[in-house]
Every structure is written in structure tokens, then in C-alpha cells.
């Protein structure tokens, strides 16, 4: 038996059999090569993306932009709002008890930026959404979309770094990832840059300190450290208002730069035609507080200092100063003891942190710091003593020109180097940093400054020349600043001219005379205890950063020419 096919050629039956076989070999071959084609067409070109030059792949992200702007107007582009039901944290915690392949009724609205995009045929997307150091898995199956051509539309669309809105039900995969199943995807805010690649991250410090907006996105870590200053700040509050401190605000610019020896940054005002100075301590404001009638005050806020930048310096800083009545700097070692003890506490568990001083990289390098109370002391004179293995001069006669000389000459004994003007506060100031500065790993207290070096303390009550002030020091830097308080007008203004004197003799850090607050001197101050910590320098500590950008959100950075942005942006998604 035989047929006859339309080419008029008559074949036997199982010829034909054969042939109708190949043809719908040859049919599924072709239908399959044509699904492949629509597979790559439809997928995320992740991949393209990425090797696109970044400055090309800005414009035509604009280009694509601004092409919606004119088909579906700006605010389908970039919506008003997005009604968010519940955050990223609170949906990983509702309903992380959800088994493999379960789905909750639930339909909730969740934001946040996508990290990551996969494809799995042309149904199914799988975009990583991340917010709030959480990780949420969106799962966009067409099949549980609104509609098909949306879907199609909204993942062409959605690219690395876009912040998106997602409508849909929780559920977990197969897999076991917890994730949401979207009915609708909406962007709300497209990234116009190329995210920089999640398996390399973002490790150049230029960039990330200078962008770092993009640092915070790519580095969860970076976040923990700013989450981590903030509670120390929260921790310092709480524990001063318990003592019964009242929080106040005090000027950032002044006529006269005073309560701390530093180069201050000079301004200008217009309606009173004159400079100001940025104020490099609060102290003087404070101190006038108590002598109003605030008996217990406090301030957390931003000093500005002319001075160098460097891994430990920031020409505006924050810091915390208090004056407590009727207290001197006994009653403050105890209470920094309490506070710093009680922080690190709060914070890690134990006393004893690890420290890296020469940073991650290094963590072979690595310190044990324990602020197990009581903490070490050092009286300065007596222990420098004891270190250079001299008898220094009588503190009561540093103000003279033998005392300078004797200092002078000692330093290059011991080979300290000094930059000018090599005042008795500088020389010796750089022998103590040579000498005891260089054993207070653990925080250490060092205690009873000359006169000279504290215009602003109260002279010893038991040894002469010495001022009632401890400095404490932690990883050899300096951590705090207390005294009890000069509160004799008139020693007050002697002490300012003597640094008047320094100051004509050339040491810009000097203070000047302030008679304003030798005026509210007179009307009377009470014993009071003073103390300042810098919390960018305490949070280097509590964070393991040994550089201050680290905990810096915007660190002053030296400026870059044009072609140097455009270079760091260019090295950003590396």
C-alpha cells in the first residue's frame, strides 16, 4: 500500500511515517530555538549591563528615562508615594516561620532597592530587595501577576539599584528563601549609575568616603558603625540626664575663639561687618550657665578646629561637654569610670574589646582594651620624672625663661622633636606624649597639669604650680578632658594674659582674653567639675576603626579635578 505526496512522488507507507517524523523533529527543534530567542530577548540583560561603560550606560539610562517621562508622564516615572504596609525588618520577623513552599494569605506592600536580578524563562524573575540591613527575595511569577503584559513591561524595566515598590503575598520557595510574590512591581525611584558588582562590593576608600551614599548602600557594615555611634550617643544622654543634667545649645560662631587652645576657622557678617570665629569648645558658654543658676548642664555638638587632617583629626568633630556644680575632678574621674565602663558594657557584653590599630587589613595587629574599672593613673610631674630619670623644675616657675630653657634642652637630650614656637606648654607637652602617652593602652587617667598648660583649671589644692585636671587616654590617644573648674576672676584674667603672650610669641592655638566671661566670673561661680569627650574618637574605639573617616558620614576630603571624579565614579562599580 502506498501514498501519493503533493510532489507527485508515491511513497510507501512507512516512508511516510519517517518523513512526518523528521518534519516534527525539525518543528520542536525550530520552536524550541525561537523560545530561546524570546528567553533572551525577555530576560534581564544583567550581564550586557555590566560590561556597558558606565558613562554610556548613564545616558542611556537617562535616555530611557526621559523617553517614559514623555510617554507616561513624570509621575508614573518617579511616584509621589507608595503606601508601605509593613518594613523589610518586621517581615522578615512576621514571617520567617513560614515552611518550603508555603504561602501566606496575606498581602502586604514592601519597598526597598534592588541588589540582584535572576531569570528563570520567561515566567519568573527573582530580584533581591534589600533595606534595613534585611534581605527580602521577590519572586515575580507571571502566572500570579496582574496581568501578562505588565509583567512583561515592569521586569524589562527593572534595573540594578532601582528602589521598587512590590504588592503581593509572603511565601517561602522550594529553595527555602523567604520572599514575597508580587501581583504588581512599581519603581519608584530608577538608579540612573551602575550599581557596583555584590560579589566585589565597594572597597576603595577615596570612593567610599567620598560617596558615600554608595559606601552605605554597598556595606551593611559601614551602617553598623553609624547605628553603633548613634547609641553611644543615646547611652551618653540617658546617663547624664539620670545624674539630673539638663541638655542645652550654645553658639557655633563667636566674637573671641575660647574655651579650648586650638586655630579656629574665622567667618564673616555681613550686617554687623565683622569676623567671627567657629566655636572650637562650648566651655565658656556653659560655665556661664552655672554661673546663671543651671547647676548641672550639657551639650552635645559640633567644634570646629583649623588645624591638620589626619587618621585621628577632622576639622569638625563632635563632642560632649558638662559642668556639674559643686563637684571637682575627683567626683568626674569616678563618673567617667562609671559611664565608660558601663558603655562598653551596654554594648559588647564585657569589658575587654579587640582593637585593629592598623585596620581589617591588618588583623594580625591586634590590641585587647579593657575598661574594667578603676582605671590606671599617672600624676604628670611626678611620673615624667620618674621616666626621663631628671628633676624637673619647680612648677611654679615654668612661666620663666630658665624653665624654658631647662625644657628646650631636655627635649633634645632625649631626642623630642619639637616644632616651633617651643613654648614651656609645648615642650612639655611633647614629653609627656613621648613618655606616658606611649603606656596608656588600657584607658589611663593622667593627672595634676602645670598651671600653665590648663588656663582654664583650678590650681592644686596640695602641690604648687599644678592645676586640679586629668586627661584620659585609651590606644595611646587622647579620649577626655576634665578639671575642676577656675572660678577666681582674677586669676582667670591672669591666666589669659599669659596666653595672650604665648599667643604674640607665635603659637596660634593660644586663647585669647575673654572678658565677657571674666565679667560673669565675678558674679560668682561655684566649685564646679568639668569634663569634654570627643565621641568620633570614642566611637574609632567601639567600632574597631582605627581611622576617624570611618565614623565620619561626610569626612572633609581634599578636592578633586573633574577627570578625577569622573575616574573614582568610573572605578566605583569595581
Same mark, same amino acid.
Given at each position: ?11 510507501s ?5 519517517r ?13 524550541k530555538e ?35 517621562? $514623555?510617554?507616561?508622564?513624570?509621575s508614573?516615572?518617579?511616584?509621589? +508615594?507608595? &503606601?508601605?504596609? @509593613?518594613? =523589610?525588618?518586621?517581615? !522578615? ?38 533595606g ?9 511569577? $507571571? ?9 512583561? +513591561?515592569? &521586569?524589562?524595566r @527593572?534595573? =540594578?539599584?532601582?528602589? !521598587? ?25 530608577p ?33 553598623? +558603625? ?71 548642664v ?24 558638662f ?27 564585657t ?7 592598623d585596620?581589617?587589613e ?58 616651633p ?5 609645648r615642650?612639655l ?5 613621648h ?10 587617667f ?21 592645676t586640679e ?13 576634665s578639671?575642676?573648674e ?26 585669647a ?28 574605639f ?13 569626612p ?19
Open positions: 500500500m502506498s501514498d501519493t505526496v503533493q510532489t507527485g512522488e508515491t511513497l507507507k512507512n516512508e511516510l511515517k518523513r512526518l517524523k523528521q518534519e516534527a523533529k525539525q518543528k520542536e527543534k525550530e520552536e525561537a523560545t530561546k530567542q524570546q528567553q533572551k530577548q525577555s530576560a534581564p540583560k544583567q550581564e550586557e549591563d555590566e560590561n556597558i561603560d558606565p558613562n554610556e550606560y548613564h545616558k542611556l539610562r537617562i535616555a530611557q528615562i526621559n523617553s517614559l517621562k $514623555a510617554s507616561e508622564g513624570e508614573n516615572v518617579y511616584p509621589h +508615594k507608595f &503606601n508601605v504596609s @509593613i518594613s =523589610l525588618s518586621e517581615f !522578615v520577623e512576621k514571617y520567617s516561620y513560614l515552611a518550603n513552599e508555603q504561602v501566606n494569605d496575606d498581602v502586604v506592600r514592601i519597598a526597598g532597592r534592588v541588589y540582584s536580578k535572576r531569570a528563570m524563562g520567561q515566567k519568573l524573575r527573582f530580584y533581591d530587595l534589600r534595613e540591613s534585611q534581605k527580602v527575595q521577590v519572586m515575580s511569577n $507571571a502566572n500570579f501577576y496582574k496581568n501578562q503584559d505588565d509583567f512583561v +513591561k515592569i &521586569n524589562e @527593572i534595573k =540594578l539599584g532601582d528602589i !521598587v515598590g512590590v504588592v503581593g503575598q509572603p511565601c517561602r520557595t522550594k529553595a527555602g528563601e523567604l520572599s514575597i510574590r508580587p501581583s504588581e512591581i512599581i519603581i519608584l525611584a538608579c540612573l549609575h551602575q550599581m557596583p558588582h555584590m560579589h566585589y562590593g565597594l572597597k576603595d576608600k577615596e570612593t567610599r568616603y567620598r560617596q558615600r551614599y554608595l559606601d552605605l548602600m554597598m556595606n551593611d557594615w559601614v551602617k553598623q +558603625k553609624f547605628i553603633t555611634k548613634t547609641r553611644i550617643i543615646k547611652y551618653l544622654r540617658t546617663f547624664l540626664d539620670n545624674l539630673g543634667f539638663l541638655e542645652v545649645e550654645t553658639p557655633l560662631m563667636n566674637m573671641i575663639p575660647g574655651g579650648a587652645s586650638a586655630k579656629p576657622f574665622v567667618t564673616y557678617h555681613n550686617d554687623l561687618d565683622m569676623n567671627l570665629f567657629m566655636r572650637i569648645a562650648p566651655e565658656l558658654y556653659l560655665k556661664m550657665l552655672v554661673v546663671g543658676g543651671f547647676d548641672r550639657y551639650e552635645i555638638g559640633r567644634n570646629f578646629r583649623n588645624e591638620g587632617i589626619d587618621m585621628t583629626h577632622n576639622p569638625e568633630f563632635t563632642m560632649c561637654e559642668y556639674m556644680a559643686y563637684a571637682d575632678y575627683n567626683d568626674l574621674i569616678e563618673i567617667t569610670e562609671k559611664f565608660l565602663s558601663g558603655l562598653v558594657m551596654h554594648l559588647f557584653g569589658h575587654k574589646i579587640k582593637f585593629h590599630p585596620g581589617a591588618n588583623p594580625d595587629n591586634v590590641w585587647e582594651i579593657d575598661f574594667t574599672p578603676p582605671f590606671r593613673r599617672f600624676s604628670m610631674i611626678k611620673d615624667l620624672e620618674k621616666e626621663c630619670g631628671v628633676k624637673l623644675p619647680s612648677p611654679t616657675t615654668y612661666h620663666t625663661e630658665e624653665a624654658r630653657k631647662f625644657f628646650d634642652d631636655l627635649c633634645v637630650k632625649l631626642d623630642v622633636d619639637c616644632s614656637p617651643r613654648t614651656v606648654s615642650l607637652d611633647k614629653l609627656v606624649g613618655f606616658l602617652e606611649s603606656k596608656c593602652l588600657n584607658p589611663t593622667i593627672c595634676d597639669h602645670p598651671q600653665i598648660m590648663s588656663p582654664l583649671a583650678k590650681y592644686h589644692r596640695s602641690e604648687p604650680g599644678l585636671r586629668f586627661e584620659l587616654f585609651c590606644g595611646y590617644r587622647e579620649l577626655c578632658n578639671y575642676t577656675l572660678n577666681d576672676p582674677l586669676v582667670q584674667r591672669e591666666r589669659f594674659d599669659d596666653q595672650a603672650k604665648d599667643k604674640a610669641a607665635g603659637d596660634d592655638e593660644a586663647q582674653v575673654d572678658e565677657n566671661f571674666c565679667t560673669a566670673l565675678e558674679y560668682g561661680l561655684p566649685p564646679t567639675g568639668g569634663w569634654g569627650i570627643g565621641i568620633d574618637r570614642l566611637t574609632m567601639l567600632t574597631d576603626s582605627n581611622n576617624i573617616k570611618e565614623v565620619l558620614l561626610f572633609a576630603m581634599k578636592p578633586v579635578k573633574d577627570e578625577e571624579t569622573k575616574e573614582t565614579q568610573a572605578e566605583s562599580k569595581v
